[in-house]
């Protein structure tokens, strides 16, 4: 069945820091790749999207390539802000199974100044 | 409107009470979808609607879960009967069209407490 696997957290990080999150996936069709972000206490807010391989998605500085060779989709950010501490949520959707979406368990980042 | 909403925000229950939770989806979107959020950020699928038929319902506990999405009304989701292991928050998502690559849009959440 499809699924998702996220670096465990936390991850924390000095601000202007590189940011690596690792994402892999198991689906058994074509996934759309996510990357989800949860600030305290709100709900999920799309960071970015991939919709087949080798697509790169980006938003705000972060980054991610659909890789189908490898089943990952990593996050990238060449310089973190204290802003960006959150939590992040990679998820795929699969059209071959009603496009519900399945979700890593997600990563916390903690920024400090 | 241009945001999920959801209401309400927390909910108290006792163990064995109804709990009643509202989404009202982004306007012109046809699809919404429920997820329950427990411990360690789990997230689990419930069900899914196309307009107010149900596309999907292969995550919904059946005895004591049930759901709705009518006509120019918020959809619902309905526990009866509630259990401690209900506690979560539960979100609720809109998409515009039928596709993996289409975006959910997701709401704030609703967090149930049952005691």
């Known amino acids: 069945g499809d699924s998702v696997t996220q670096m465990e957290g936390p991850v924390t990080l000095s601000e202007e820091a590189f940011l690596t999150i690792n994402c892999t996936y198991t689906?058994?069709?074509?996934?759309?790749l996510f990357w989800y972000v949860q600030y305290p206490g709100e709900g999920l807010q799309l960071l970015l999207k991939?919709?087949?391989?080798?697509d790169k998605g980006s938003n705000k500085g972060f980054e991610a390539t659909y890789r189908k060779e490898t089943t990952s989709f990593h996050l990238e950010k060449g310089s973190v802000q204290v802003s960006d501490s959150a939590v992040y949520f990679c998820?795929?959707?699969?059209?071959?199974?009603?496009?519900?979406?399945?979700f890593g368990s997600g990563t916390k980042l903690n920024v400090k100044p | 409107g241009e945001e999920v909403a959801q209401t309400p925000k927390h909910l108290v229950r006792g163990e064995g009470q109804k709990a009643k939770l509202y989404c009202a989806p982004i306007?012109?979107?046809?699809?919404v979808f429920w997820y329950q959020q427990v411990l360690k950020n789990e997230f689990k699928f419930l069900i899914s609607?196309?307009?107010?038929?149900?596309?999907?319902e292969t995550g919904m506990p059946k005895e004591r879960f049930s759901a709705k999405c009518l006509p120019n009304s918020p959809c619902s989701l309905e526990i009866q009967a509630t259990k401690l292991e209900d506690s979560a928050v539960y979100f609720c998502?809109?998409?515009?069209?039928?596709?993996?690559?289409?975006?959910?849009?997701f709401g704030p959440g609703t967090r149930l407490t049952v005691l």
């Open positions: 998502a809109s998409s515009q069209q039928q596709g993996s690559t289409d975006t959910q849009y």
């Open positions: 689906a058994t069709g074509y996934p759309s």
């Open positions: 991939a919709t087949k391989a080798d």
């Open positions: 998820a795929l959707s699969d059209r071959g199974n009603f496009n519900k979406f399945y």
């Open positions: 306007k012109g979107h046809s699809y």
């Open positions: 609607f196309q307009n107010e038929n149900v596309f999907d």
